[in-house]
């Protein structure tokens, strides 16, 4: 592990999400003046440092440690879209695109993926399986994560109640949805729901009023320069 190698991702990841050392210190929950002495190499890296930039930014700890990742969430490129079929029992591979912004509105869970909102396909070995749904994502909130326009792929939870941590999700509130960081709060009965874009505050939320949870398994950036 080369701790100036390390230093230097770190300085990189402030830089691209326009962060000062005293946000960047905030974020990770970590004293401004400890930070400046790890940037400066004052204090030697440590697995804790590490693993707050890891669980708090979102960030690959492979590429944190080694520069062998990518800094977010791995995205996909498709190189095409399978059209829907006029009959949709016609065969149909791949996983279904639903013409819904998953972040907007409050349509409820039993309307947003029925047969009539599918507008194609996408086969792709990483985001194989039938429990997956590929939906688009609008607004800053999560940039540079997701950016507006970007597609995501979800996975729904079977069970509430075992969350991944510093994960992306779609969650749906009884009023309005939106993508966050799920991250654990001091209370059991609260999450915690962070953008990306540090222009957005933390919004804590009473568990019990969350609806459906969706992990994002991964993040489809299409390039419309094409």
């Known amino acids: 592990m080369n701790e100036q190698d390390i230093i230097a991702r770190i300085k990189f990841l402030m830089k691209e999400l326009n962060y000062r050392q005293a946000d960047f210190a905030r974020k990770i929950d970590l004293d401004t003046s400890n930070l400046s002495k790890y940037l400066n190499g004052r204090l030697p890296v440590s697995e804790s440092l590490i693993n707050r930039i890891v669980v708090n930014m979102g960030v690959s700890k492979q590429w944190l440690e080694d520069g062998t990742d990518l800094p977010f969430a791995k995205p996909v490129t498709p190189s095409a ?4 079929p006029t009959s949709l029992q016609d065969v149909r591979h791949g996983t279904p695109v639903y013409d819904i912004d998953v972040t907007a509105g409050a349509m409820p ?7 009539d909102q599918i507008i194609g396909w996408i086969d792709l070995p990483e985001i194989a399986g039938s429990e997956h749904r590929i939906v688009k994502v609008n607004g800053d909130s999560m940039q540079p994560v997701i950016c507006n326009g970007d597609y995501v792929a979800l996975r729904e939870l079977s069970n509430m109640q075992y969350i991944y941590w510093g994960q992306i999700y779609v969650v749906l509130l009884d009023d309005y949805r939106m993508i966050k960081y799920v991250r654990k709060h001091v209370d059991p009965k609260m999450v915690t729901l962070r953008s990306a874009n540090p222009n957005y505050d933390d919004m804590d939320i009473l568990r019990s009023d969350i609806r459906e949870l969706m992990l994002v398994q991964q993040i489809l950036h299409l390039d419309t320069r094409l």
Not at 109 to 115: A, H, K, P, Q, V
């Open 81 to 84: 879209m399978q059209l829907l």
């Open 109 to 115: 869970r039993s309307l947003m993926f029925t047969d």
